[in-house]
């Protein structure tokens, strides 16, 4: 990196529980989405329940599919961040629904429910002063909880991007 002349990086010194509090800020940007991507209620908002179990051709899943998936695994990650006796789910089978497509408009908008209070879960989580992001989950292998966090948004990021994807095959991506 260079420099203009006369410029110099000097360290600023910053109290460690402004560093703890900046870095709890960005986790919970990140968990909301946005920024360089589209947020979870963008893509899923206006998704027309004709096109919600629509497989587009080339692709392997439907936007119902990738939901619940995310869904799925979002809770798992979570269930994992703060439950000392969590059971690992069986992967593929439980990460993935049974059926391309929602039962009704019911199932669909539950499982938008649940994603939503589940990541609000997650913010709580790395929100509260009293979680240690950096310590190791006693139940886990070297995992933590800003591990977890970060594993979530970078997940459903992922996925969201597919249901962009989806939509945009099937001619109702508007963005």
């Known amino acids: 990196m260079s420099l203009p002349k006369g410029a110099r990086l000097t360290k600023k010194k910053t109290p460690n529980m402004n560093i703890d509090q900046s870095l709890r800020k960005h986790l919970l940007e990140l968990l909301d989405g946005g920024h360089a991507h589209a947020t979870f209620d963008q893509v899923i908002k206006d998704l027309p329940a004709k096109y919600r179990g629509e497989i587009p051709q080339g692709l392997p899943h439907s936007a119902w599919m990738l939901l619940?998936?995310?869904?799925?695994?979002?809770?798992d990650?979570?269930?994992?961040?703060?439950?000392?006796?969590?059971?690992?789910?069986?992967?593929?089978?439980?990460?993935?629904?049974?059926?391309?497509?929602?039962?009704?408009?019911v199932e669909w908008e539950k499982s938008i429910q649940s994603f939503h209070e589940d990541i609000d879960a997650m913010k709580k989580?790395?929100?509260?002063?009293?979680?240690?992001?950096?310590?190791?989950?006693?139940?886990?292998?070297?995992?933590?909880?800003?591990?977890?966090?970060?594993?979530?948004?970078?997940?459903?990021?992922?996925?969201?991007?597919?249901?962009?994807d989806v939509r945009r095959l099937l001619g109702i991506w508007k963005q």
């Open 77 to 105: 990650i979570l269930d994992f961040s703060r439950n000392a006796k969590y059971k690992h789910l069986k992967w593929p089978a439980d990460y993935w629904p049974k059926s391309p497509a929602p039962a009704n408009a």
């Open 125 to 164: 989580l790395v929100s509260d002063s009293k979680t240690d992001l950096f310590a190791k989950l006693p139940w886990g292998e070297g995992q933590t909880v800003l591990r977890e966090a970060m594993l979530i948004a970078d997940h459903n990021a992922h996925h969201l991007a597919q249901i962009i």
């Open 68 to 75: 619940e998936h995310m869904r799925i695994a979002q809770w």
